[in-house]
């Protein structure tokens, strides 16, 4: 097979209206794709089409609007699991956020297995969704969280940790793109390892969804989060797939409307949850965010992820060298240059607030801050760090600005 | 509103060269209370020294991004002389001018403060500023109930 | 004051897209409005906005629009504190759903205050999002969920429970209007019996928000919830009111990014949260769902709740009294005539779902079902009704398609 | 699709003249096994009468709506006769084809069941016709293991 085309950014840029007003405004530079990503017109229309055009409640109306709607909305699920290879939709949870995704698997599923003395291993870079979940359920079932700890150019230090994947080990939660290094993790190894020690694997997929091609089958995880914001869909929805026996033994998190098959009067005896993934999905299902959700992916899978991967590739690569080239500025541990589309680094005189403070308003939009990685921040030493990320739409013009922002920045606090 | 409207003079020539400022311990204060920004790391004590009622000095220590460490160094001028009562007002003051800009009104705000009034548009950095008046707070809190 | 001009629905219909295609298709005689409301242009509009002008992570970007969409969020805050009478802006949580704010009210602040022979009442009219919850964290906890139940005519019976407001009872949940009898509850005076003896009450304000005028200081609730859907507004989002010092003393559902202050490391320590509400909106905000949900209580006002309300039940009592002109038709137990745009209906011979399904394929939208209601339901003695209920761009001439539905479904099935 | 094209002169002839249905608990049948739609409150009781490995009659009872009457009676005609076998193979082919409408190719199906089509479109009321269906599997599976 030939190369593909690369991406043409600025031909991608059309597609997403917010660029659109770029000649009325300053040009926008937006380098905070990490956080949340803009949404093409593809995803806008059809969140807008399902309010104005076949809008009903869902799984209960018998009117053809409402069977409309329905189908709808389950054949965005259908989309989602090609999209991420699930064996069938009934693995896939509609959630509101990669955040309740993994809520639901710490309070639903590893609760009620979890007890004194067990051992559940993160590692040192998990965004706090990642982390403070496990934390409740070790903190309240006298279990041990431990970190899986970084060698010095910031990747998981796997070797040091032969106890992992041995009793007392009963979950492992790990991210499959950091949000800080940009260091991409082995998780399908470390799945497969898992699986044959009978140890469950979630991974968090919050950063890779929009630039790595998911395949939940060969990757061998037990569960996956992700939210829509991050890979240009809609905000207020995220997925949690669950291979099947594993969602078969989850207790909701949220009880409600649609998600119970027969309610008992009283205490005494426990209403019978719906099949799943009815089950998981209390009150009214959000069904324009489904199908925005799906617009998305079918969006991401129009451009080709093996196309997204390298320009993505291309531009983080490219930053970090001419990042690197600045006086005073460093980039955090990496063995690799970064290649996942986030760049992190500090500046040997300026805060990163000031720093991202003075971008913003040359129009270059990076982010400042712990980025919701205190444990990894706190191993680094670090209180903050800047951090440029790229998406789809970006080109060597955004880096350009953030290069002459830096050097703006310079001018203020290093005269 | 440009990075220079924010960063004037008055605000980066005190971030420059901030007064009061200890690279140490506070050593001898009437009170010494704490600042912390968990969401970016920043961190300011502040020390007070009194006579009389009144703020005789205050001195700061920590870390931050400029509009942390001007505010800290504006803080120390703006009420050094001070009575106690006054600054605590004062506190109160900048805590309801920044911490709720939908709500307040505009203060009288000393001269020397005005600097700071530039951040007020800018809703994430408005802990910055407070940090270090939030702390000297802490500490005439302290110091009266000691 | 003179009298407000009456809402005329054909006005309104024009700000309602999905009425737009009538002339190509079927008129669309939408009565189920009870289970999901239609949306106006300018709530489509407003969410479209978000994402074609002003998108950016909420509370943590350093650049303008960063700022401007964290102003935007908490503005719609602000509209809705002012929507609901609440005291402060801090008071007001968004949820994913009315479903999830009484998950969050159960799971987060009853369950740790709930012992072991306590006593939790609810009607016997709940949906099961405002059943469920209870009667899990009952279970769980060997307290007791007992039920308000109804006099002849569907009314809470409050005078046979003196016991209602003494000890062992920790806490009331109880529905502002029954989404089946369309009975509207005393919750006002029930709330302040209830403050006097120390007991909290949750309101559950689905059914009510939208022809209601709400004002949760008059009504001395302490919890009270509602979904954005039922009200004009996006799917997937929904607000939790709490008083300032039960939303303190409330532990989070959902833990991750933007709900915590400082993270310690491992498990020995505990992370501290962040300020109310952020302490319970853990993940990235939904903005465009927020402020779409604004734009629905704007939509609401400028019609006016008084207006809404009549109008709503003029028509609910024009419906009662045509349904019970027909031979066969019966409808639930009530003392007046529904008022609350709300009328549920049995027929001898036809079977809701049959009368659903026909009443779908001449355009006229009806549940049919049990409604999330099974306790209710159990003792009505039913297995399950049809139900028909009316919004703002309702007229008689939806009343007239319902009733030759009817007519249709007799000449199928009664011949 | 209108509701004449749903409710079928066959399906209503059915649903008015249930054919084997009993209005009291079925007696002295090899199994009987209850199915109930709790969503809408709906319940089939499926009583089957064997011989020679063969279906020698089905009875049922109980309530629900015109297409669930209507599958369950003429569920009791299209398998009397049949053989176990074939009946438990029938039962997994009415799954199939109303269980999920985006996967199933057309199955061949007696002509005697061709009324219900018409409901594949519905997906709302798929378990309407399921529900006497899986009671009849259930209760082939519970005569098998007796
Ligand atoms: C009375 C009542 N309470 C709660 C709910 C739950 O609302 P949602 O599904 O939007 O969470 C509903 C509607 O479904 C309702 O009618
Ligand atoms: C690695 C990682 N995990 C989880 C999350 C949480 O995603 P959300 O806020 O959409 O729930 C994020 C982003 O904030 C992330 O970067």
């Known amino acids: 097979m030939s190369d593909p085309e690369p991406i043409n950014p600025e031909v991608v840029r059309r597609d997403f209206p917010i660029f659109a007003g770029a000649s009325h405004r300053q040009r926008l530079h937006y380098l905070d794709n990490a956080a949340t990503t803009h949404k093409p017109d593809k995803v806008i229309n059809a969140i807008a089409a399902c309010y104005a055009q076949c809008y009903a409640p869902i799984h209960r109306g018998l009117y053809p609007m409402a069977e409309q709607a329905t189908s709808n909305y389950e054949h965005a699920r259908r989309v989602l699991q090609h999209f991420i290879g699930a064996a069938s939709p009934d693995e896939l949870v509609f959630t509101s956020s990669a955040t309740e995704a993994i809520n639901m698997v710490a309070s639903g599923w590893l609760r009620q297995r979890l007890q004194s003395g067990d051992v559940v291993w993160v590692s040192r870079m998990e965004h706090h969704s990642n982390y403070l979940p496990w934390q409740r359920v070790c903190h309240e079932k006298q279990a041990q969280l431990r970190f899986i700890e970084l060698t010095e150019d910031g990747q998981m230090d796997l070797d040091r940790i032969p106890e992992l994947f041995a009793e007392p080990t009963k979950f492992i939660?790990?991210?499959?793109?950091?949000?800080?290094?940009?260091?991409?993790?082995?998780?399908?190894?470390?799945?497969?390892?898992?699986?044959?020690?009978?140890?469950?694997?979630?991974?968090?997929?919050?950063?890779?969804?929009?630039?790595?091609?998911?395949?939940?089958?060969?990757?061998?995880?037990?569960?996956?989060?992700?939210?829509?914001?991050?890979?240009?869909?809609?905000?207020?929805?995220?997925?949690?797939?669950?291979?099947?026996?594993?969602?078969?033994?989850?207790?909701?998190?949220?009880?409600?409307?649609?998600?119970?098959?027969?309610?008992?009067?009283?205490?005494?005896?426990?209403?019978?949850?719906?099949?799943?993934?009815?089950?998981?999905?209390?009150?009214?299902?959000?069904?324009?965010?489904?199908?925005?959700?799906?617009?998305?992916?079918d969006?991401?899978?129009?451009?080709?992820?093996?196309?997204?991967?390298?320009?993505?590739?291309?531009?983080?690569?490219?930053?970090?060298?001419?990042?690197?080239?600045?006086?005073?500025?460093?980039?955090?541990?990496h063995a690799e240059l970064p290649a996942s589309g986030i760049v992190s680094f500090t500046h040997r005189y300026i805060h990163p607030h000031d720093m991202a403070q003075v971008?913003?308003?040359?129009?270059?939009?990076?982010?400042?801050?712990h980025h919701c990685a205190q444990p990894l921040l706190r191993h680094l030493g670090l209180a903050a760090t800047a951090r440029a990320s790229f998406s789809v739409y970006n080109d060597e013009s955004d880096i350009d600005a953030l290069i002459d922002a830096i050097i703006s920045a310079q001018r203020i606090f290093c005269e | 509103m440009t990075a220079q409207d924010l960063y004037k003079e008055t605000l980066l020539e005190h971030y420059r060269h901030p007064r009061n400022r200890c690279d140490r311990p506070i050593q001898e204060a009437d009170a010494v209370e704490r600042g912390a920004n968990p969401r970016c790391g920043d961190e300011i004590e502040i020390g007070i020294f009194l006579q009389d009622e009144k703020i005789r000095q205050v001195k700061f220590r920590g870390r931050g991004c400029a509009i942390c460490i001007a505010s800290a160094s504006m803080l120390t001028e703006a009420v050094a002389g001070l009575s106690v009562a006054s600054t605590r007002r004062l506190c109160d003051q900048m805590h309801a001018w920044f911490g709720d800009i939908e709500a307040a009104a505009e203060p009288l705000l000393p001269d020397s403060l005005q600097a700071l009034a530039a951040v007020r548009e800018h809703r994430a950095r408005q802990k910055c500023v407070l940090l270090s008046w939030e702390a000297l707070a802490h500490a005439i809190d302290t110091a009266a109930s000691a």
Chains 1, 3 share one sequence.
Not at chain 1, 306 to 333: D, W
């Open chain 1, 359 to 369: 971008a913003g308003e040359a129009g270059v939009a990076i982010r400042a801050g």
């Open chain 1, 173 to 297: 939660a790990i991210t499959h793109v950091s949000n800080v290094l940009g260091v991409q993790n082995p998780v399908a190894s470390l799945c497969a390892t898992a699986r044959e020690c009978g140890i469950p694997v979630l991974v968090d997929a919050a950063q890779s969804v929009s630039h790595l091609e998911l395949d939940v089958s060969a990757m061998c995880c037990d569960f996956l989060a992700f939210s829509a914001h991050k890979m240009f869909g809609p905000t207020g929805i995220g997925l949690l797939y669950g291979r099947q026996d594993r969602l078969a033994g989850m207790e909701p998190l949220q009880l409600g409307g649609g998600m119970v098959d027969s309610v008992v009067d009283g205490t005494s005896a426990a209403s019978s949850w719906a099949k799943v993934p009815s089950r998981f999905e209390a009150g009214s299902p959000d069904m324009p965010g489904a199908v925005g959700f799906a617009a998305a992916a």
């Open chain 1, 299 to 333: 969006y991401l899978s129009s451009l080709g992820h093996e196309r997204v991967g390298r320009h993505i590739a291309a531009l983080t690569r490219l930053a970090a060298e001419r990042l690197m080239g600045i006086n005073g500025i460093s980039l955090l541990p």
